[in-house]
């Protein structure tokens, strides 16, 4: 049996990734609370029709005692040799947070008659940092519509072959914050700007004039050979320590021209190698 832990503040996309499980074919339970979850998969586990993939969420609706105890609770897992498990952890900015529960008029779960909606967020974090932890994958969700987070989420559960890290480049722009879900970010504001050539700052990345103007400097290509590098020395280290998903953040100033064609360059060369290799480019969505 597969097993996937899904968790996240409140307003950051539960239901939707939730929802997407059961899409591809996951049995799906919502506010699980925390310390049942060894039970129900030795009940899952003894039942004849038993679902071959189970997906449950453990939110802030759990008790905090509750809470603290899911790394324990996960430890006992391991008396089940037929079952894998996976975390996977979604968040947005709170600024996001706060402007979704403002336009849906949702109550958040922690907010009461003297806690306000912003306190209550701050709190969500800290109670789910237990959790948050220990995710094997993280997705940022700021800046993603219901759909994109549907695909993102068939596209790195659903379709990752067992035992393979799954590799995702992601391009962005320092002026709009780093992404929250990045294990490793690389800065390449220092390489030549094609926003400073006028013909060129209309386009993107992803556009044959800022291809054929970065693909000329020889500080690009270095950059992407340092880069590749060090993920060709310390990818096999990384997948040794079981982690199942890495995120590699390519950055530069607005996300539309260096990062973009970096992110490129490196997942078309790494898509050689691995099977699960995938490509987001923020800004440009």
Known sequence: MKLIVLSGR?????????????????????????????????????????????????????????????PQ??????????????????????????????????????TDAVKSLQDAIQEEQIRLESIAVL????????????????????LRIAQRKEQALSLQFESFGFKHGLPLDVDFSFDV?????????PELRQFSGLDQPIIDFLKESDEVKQMIADITQFLERWLPRIQRDNRSYLTIGIGCTGGQHRSVYVAEQLAGY??????????RHRELH
């Not at 897992?77 to 894998?84: G, S």
């Not at 504001?189 to 050539?197: D, E, I, T």
Request: charged letters at 25%.
């Open 135 to 154: 995710a094997d994958i993280r997705i940022d969700t700021t800046r993603l519509s219901l759909y994109e987070l549907r695909d993102s989420i068939k």
């Open 10 to 70: 409140s307003g950051s996309g539960k239901s939707t990734a939730l929802q997407a499980l059961e899409d591809i074919g996951f049995y799906c339970i919502d506010n699980l609370p925390a310390l049942l979850l060894p039970n129900l998969i030795e009940q899952m586990l003894a039942a004849p029709d038993s679902p071959v993939k189970l997906a449950v969420s453990i939110d802030a609706r759990n008790l905090s005692s509750n809470l603290r105890q899911v």
């Open 73 to 110: 609770v996960l430890k006992t897992l391991a008396r089940f040799p037929e079952l894998t498990y996976e975390v996977v952890y979604l968040d947005a900015a709170e600024a996001t947070l706060l402007k979704r529960f403002n336009a849906t008029r949702r109550k958040h779960p922690l």
């Open 270 to 279: 790494f898509k050689q190698h691995m099977d699960n290799v995938h490509l």
């Open 189 to 197: 504001r220092s390489l030549p700007n094609p926003y400073w050539v």
